[in-house]
């Protein structure tokens, strides 16, 4: 994949972090953030804006550095098998800041890049439901990472088809991030739940002190 373009606009992380960063602002307690997939690009930019939040937990999930992009990542590691099954449409309508495409997996090839670990009804409907990404989210630069100044956690997929784990182990050691290594696709959270929740305890207890019955809200 190509290096990132020259950023013009709005990065679509920072446009994204802003939603949820006024989300966390209002809740009056400490917060774990949790992202998957891009969703970790979106919440290294909102921890920067949010004082509550104490951690950073990223479940095979992009933790990027000041100035990069996800494609970025992405050319710098072995292509996965996700490279080859993308399917790319322009929007129909022109979007504020000029044109744009979205990115989405072939049906047909979704649920074994993506979720073979799990249930076949359950990646059937996946592949129906799934939602694109703007082609901008990928190449929109990041700010100063949030991880940098904050204590962070990384649920790395070591059979991921579509994030290398290569790649996940490199930003988990880049971040300086506590390491849980998961047997599983790109959709370890819900092929082993269990695990990644027991992550986000972890983070939630050593990050506040605060046992079971006391935690921080998880709103993403």
């Known amino acids: ?23 966390v602002r209002a809740i009056d307690v400490p917060v774990v953030l949790v992202g998957h997939g891009y969703g970790g690009a979106v919440i290294t930019h909102a921890a920067t804006d949010a004082d509550n939040v104490v951690a950073l937990c990223y479940v ?22 996700a490279a080859d099954v993308t399917c790319t449409v322009d929007f129909p309508a ?21 979720a073979a670990d799990l249930p ?4 059937n409907v996946m592949s129906v439901a799934q939602r694109p990404i703007a082609h901008r989210a990928l190449t929109s630069r990041s700010g100063p990472p949030a991880w940098a100044s904050k204590p962070s956690w990384y649920a790395i997929a070591t059979a991921d ?44 207890e050593q990050s506040t002190g605060r046992g079971d ?7 993403f």
């Open 1 to 23: 994949m190509p290096p990132c373009a020259p950023q013009r606009t709005r990065c679509a992380a920072c446009h994204d972090a802003a939603s949820l960063t006024n989300v």
């Open 60 to 81: 095979a999930a992009f933790g990027l550095d000041f100035g990069e992009c996800v494609l970025d990542i992405t050319s710098r590691f072995p292509p996965t098998p």
């Open 94 to 114: 022109r979007p504020p800041g000029g044109p744009d495409s979205e990115l989405h997996i072939s049906e047909g090839r979704f649920p074994q890049v993506y």
């Open 120 to 123: 076949l009804h359950v990646r």
């Open 161 to 204: 088809r579509m994030l290398s784990p290569t790649a996940q182990r490199f930003m988990a050691q880049r971040m300086a991030a506590t390491e849980h290594v998961l047997d599983g696709l790109h959709a370890v959270a819900l092929s082993q739940p269990e695990a990644v929740v027991a992550m986000i305890r972890e983070a939630v």
């Open 213 to 219: 019955g006391d935690r921080p809200r998880l709103p």
